[in-house]
C-alpha cells in the first residue's frame, strides 16, 4: 500500500515569491494534516482536515498560508508570499480519522529554502 | 501551545549500550506517543500510550506513560547502528484542542559500531 505522497520534496524560491505543496494521504484516510518542521524542532500542526472540512487551523497563519482539500482527498498548503522565516520541513501525515487512537502517517515532507 | 521538554537533546552511544530518554509537559495529557524519524523522512510512530502507568514494549523498544500522565520514556536496549535517527515525544489530549498532538524537540541518537 502506498504511504502519504508529497511533492515537490524540495523547493527554493525567493522571498516574496508564492509556493505551493501538494499531498496525496493514504487511500480511504478521511483525515489530513498539515504540519511545519523547524530545523531542530518537533512538527507542529497547521491544519487539519476530516474529509474536506478545517476543522483546526488555528495554528496556520492566515495572512499568508492557505489550504485545500477540496474533494475531501488531495490537499494543497501554499504560501503567499514567503518569508525568509518560512524556510522549513512542510510535512503532511494522514489518519482514518481524527481520534488519538488513530495511528498519524507522515509523508516525507517538502523542504523549503526561501532566499 | 503546550511545551514539552524532551532530554537529552542528543546521545552518542557505543553498539550494544542500552539508551533511555524521556519527555515531560507541563499539562496533562492521556495520550504519549514515540516517533523515529530519519533523514529526509517523516516521522513513524514507536509506540503508543494511552493509559496512565502503561509500559509497552516493541521489541528492544519499552516505553512507558507516566503515572502523573505529564511525563513519559523511551528506553532502547542493545542499541545498533540502525537505531540511528531523532526520536520524538508526543502528547495528545483530547479536550479543547480536539485531538492535537504536541511535539518535542527530539532527542538525536547516533550509535557508534
Known amino acids: 500500500e502506498a504511504g502519504v505522497v508529497q511533492s515537490p520534496r524540495y523547493k527554493i524560491i525567493e522571498k516574496k515569491q508564492p509556493v505551493a505543496f501538494w499531498c496525496n494521504p493514504i487511500s480511504g484516510h478521511n483525515t489530513l494534516y498539515w504540519y511545519l518542521q523547524n530545523l531542530g524542532q518537533g512538527p507542529e500542526l497547521l491544519i487539519r482536515y476530516e474529509n474536506e472540512e478545517a476543522v483546526d487551523d488555528s495554528q496556520l497563519p492566515k495572512d499568508r498560508f492557505s489550504a485545500e482539500r477540496l474533494k475531501g482527498v488531495d490537499s494543497t498548503l501554499k504560501i503567499q508570499p514567503a518569508e525568509l522565516g518560512d524556510s522549513a520541513v512542510y510535512l503532511c501525515?494522514?489518519?482514518?480519522?481524527?481520534?488519538?487512537?488513530?495511528?498519524?502517517?507522515f509523508g516525507p515532507g517538502t523542504r523549503l529554502t526561501v532566499l | 501551545g503546550q511545551q514539552l521538554n524532551q532530554s537529552p537533546q542528543s546521545m552518542f552511544i557505543q553498539e550494544g549500550e542500552d539508551v533511555s530518554m524521556n519527555c515531560t509537559s507541563s499539562?496533562?495529557?492521556?495520550?504519549w506517543l514515540w516517533y523515529k524519524q530519519e533523514p529526509g523522512e517523516g516521522p513513524v510512530l514507536l509506540i503508543a500510550?494511552?493509559?496512565?502507568?502503561e509500559l509497552t514494549s516493541n521489541g528492544r523498544l519499552t516505553a512507558q506513560f507516566g503515572i502523573t500522565r505529564k511525563d513519559s520514556f523511551l528506553n532502547i536496549s542493545a542499541s545498533i547502528p540502525s537505531d540511528v535517527g531523532i526520536y520524538f515525544c508526543?502528547?495528545?489530549?483530547?479536550?479543547?484542542?480536539?485531538?492535537?498532538?504536541?511535539f518535542g524537540r527530539g532527542t538525536q541518537l547516533t550509535v557508534w559500531p
Open positions: 499539562s496533562i495529557f492521556n495520550t
Open positions: 500510550l494511552y493509559k496512565a502507568g
Open positions: 501525515a494522514s489518519s482514518t480519522s481524527g481520534g488519538l487512537t488513530d495511528t498519524q502517517y
Open positions: 508526543a502528547g495528545g489530549s483530547s479536550g479543547s484542542t480536539l485531538g492535537r498532538l504536541y
